[in-house]
């Protein structure tokens, strides 16, 4: 079959397609024949292997896994012993950060799987696992939002926080989107209550206060969030040094401040796919790429201006 390789660490230029041996099922997972898949920054950050800690998991000299990918939607084409509610043919979209779904088939534990809503696109949905259960966990699991509360999203206009503010409306919240002013109005389109521009207000002096600040984006301090929260969930970094003084001041701290990733599991995935049917959150598509050109999808990702999400077409549908 073919799929992206890669033999080390470094940018999008390091991938090539190629053809290794289709994978076989295995107890408690789906062999999925892959239709689309989305980019992430996870993606890039394992591609280069950055943060350098993080290659303790993904190999220290070279990846471990030479196959990319976690995002996708598909359908299946063999189900593992144990694997659940899940027949042949079933159209499904999940998430696996280990790797190996930027490929035309992929096992994955049907434990991070989920159906896809009637009538729903694989290029969609193969851009909602990732960024939507980040935003799904960071709000309701660590932010604990509640019905009627205030939200600042830092970031609201990216692939996390464009289905955060939607995520986030759905439950109840009044939502202050933070993007530039060129995504003023897209972010306002997504049912943000209000929005505050990065390029022409300075957030550090922003007075504002809310029940949870969300940020997606890792630039904001720990002064920010006391400033304008009464608690705080942080997702990403710009670099691992503001990162780990954000958290030695939260751990020593009495401000109630979570980072975490987001763990796949079918029943928000399932969540998330109820919203979509309900019609109360729809990924922004802002570009579509063939299978061949994934190097570029990263690269187009990794400069962190992307409006939504980008998607990659194995096969329409």
Not at 251 to 258: D, N, S, T, V, Y
Not at 270 to 291: N, R
Request: proline share 3%; glycine share 12%; hydrophobic share 45%.
């Amino acid at each position: 079959m073919k799929a992206y390789l890669r033999t080390r660490y470094g940018g999008p230029e390091v991938l090539h397609l190629g053809r290794v041996a289709k994978p076989t099922v295995k107890k408690g997972h789906l062999l999925v024949r892959i239709a689309a898949n989305s980019a992430n920054p996870a993606d890039w950050h394992i591609l280069r292997g950055t943060p350098v800690l993080a290659r303790l998991a993904f190999g220290v000299i070279t990846p471990k896994n030479k196959l990319l990918g976690a995002d996708f939607a598909g359908t299946v084409e063999e189900v593992g012993e144990d694997a659940g509610p899940f027949q042949v043919g079933d159209r499904v979209f999940g998430e696996d950060l280990k790797g190996g779904t930027f490929a035309e088939f992929a096992v994955v534990p049907a434990t991070a799987c989920a159906h896809m809503p009637e009538g729903s696109s694989f290029a969609a949905m193969a851009s909602i696992p990732v960024a939507g259960l980040t935003a799904l966990q960071g709000l309701l699991t660590h932010g604990k939002l509640q019905n009627g509360e205030s939200l600042l999203i830092n970031g609201a206009s990216g692939g996390v926080g464009h289905l955060a503010v939607q995520i986030a409306k759905a439950f109840g919240a009044r939502v202050t989107g933070v993007c530039s002013a060129r995504n003023r109005d897209f972010v306002q389109s997504l049912g943000a209550d209000e929005v505050i521009a990065y390029d022409k207000d300075n957030l550090q002096r922003h007075q504002g206060k809310y029940d949870l600040v969300f940020d997606t984006h890792g630039n904001l301090f720990y002064r920010d969030f006391t400033r304008m929260g009464k608690r705080g969930v942080v997702i990403g970094f710009t670099n691992m040094k503001h990162l780990a003084l954000l958290m030695l001041q939260g751990a020593l701290g009495k401000f109630p401040l979570a980072q975490f990733t987001a763990a796949a599991n079918t029943q928000d995935l399932e969540t998330l796919a109820s919203l979509v049917k309900e019609g109360k959150i729809s990924v922004h598509l802002e570009k579509t790429y063939s299978y061949r050109d994934i190097p570029k999808a990263i690269t187009y990702i990794e400069a962190m201006r992307t409006r939504g999400k980008v998607a990659m077409i194995w096969e329409e549908g």
